[in-house]
């Protein structure tokens, strides 16, 4: 079946840039689907970061558009989430999800998560 | 952007009963693009239903939608314990972004 593993650094200094990468194995991004970003920040609710089809179409959230790359690697079946100039707020558990039900500007509703990666921004 | 909001923001209930959990939109969500999450302490949320009325696979028929335009409610007929967790609503029926309700937390009476 589907599955998807999140990795990357768990703490990230002030200013710098977040760095995750998503595996995908199961299934070949190139056959479709968007495949997106979501973080928790911790005890709160979800926030929709952005997704990103095979091709390099991308969507992000206004509200972090200005700091936020999502890219596809299709040779390693695997996609990348940069957000630049974090700050303690950006302190959250990082998901990413397939992204099915297309609905257009790269929404639809997720269906295969992975298991989340925590981030603390902290000097 | 549509705001999503959910109530009660807590629902205590024992198990076999009936639950009721609200999302209301700030504006009409196109096609009934609406989706339900269940999130347990420590895990990945689970799609529960999507398209406002469409039970995801595996997902046991006590877990129902419902609901149109700006309204839209999860029933679960008869709670089991596997049951208290958190639920989110989230709508994707509009340009960037998708969003989320706050959630609704069901726990044990």
């Known amino acids: 079946q589907v599955q998807l593993q999140e990795s990357g650094p768990g703490l990230v200094k002030p200013s710098e840039t977040l760095s995750l990468t998503c595996a995908v194995s199961?299934?070949?991004?190139?056959?479709?689907?968007?495949w997106g970003w979501i973080r928790q920040p911790p005890g709160k609710g979800l926030e929709w970061i952005g997704s990103?089809?095979?091709?390099?179409?991308?969507y992000y959230n206004p509200s972090l558009k200005s700091r936020v790359t999502i890219s596809v690697d299709t040779s390693k079946n695997q996609f990348s989430l940069k957000l630049s100039s974090v700050t303690a707020a950006d302190t959250a558990v990082y998901y990413c999800?397939?992204?099915?039900?297309?609905?257009?500007?790269?929404?639809?509703?997720?269906?295969?998560w992975g298991k989340g990666t925590t981030v603390t921004v902290s000097s | 952007e549509i705001v999503l909001t959910q109530s009660p923001g807590t629902l205590s209930l024992s198990p076999g009963e009936r639950a009721t959990l609200s999302c209301r939109a700030s504006?009409?969500?196109?096609?009934?693009?609406l989706a339900w999450y269940q999130q347990k302490p420590g895990q990945a949320p689970r799609l529960l239903i999507y398209?406002?009325?469409s039970r995801a696979t595996g997902i046991p028929d006590r877990f129902s939608g419902s609901g149109s335009g700006t309204d839209f409610t999860l029933t679960i007929s008869r709670l089991e314990p596997e049951d208290f967790a958190v639920y989110y609503c989230?709508?994707?029926?509009?340009?960037?972004?998708?969003?989320f309700g706050p959630g609704t937390k069901v726990d044990i009476k």
């Open positions: 989230q709508q994707y029926g509009s340009s960037p972004p998708v969003t």
């Open positions: 199961g299934y070949s991004i190139s056959s479709g689907y968007y």
């Open positions: 504006q009409s969500v196109s096609s009934s693009y």
């Open positions: 999800a397939r992204t099915s039900g297309y609905s257009g500007y790269g929404s639809g509703y997720m269906d295969v």
């Open positions: 398209g406002a009325s």
């Open positions: 990103i089809y095979h091709s390099g179409s991308t």
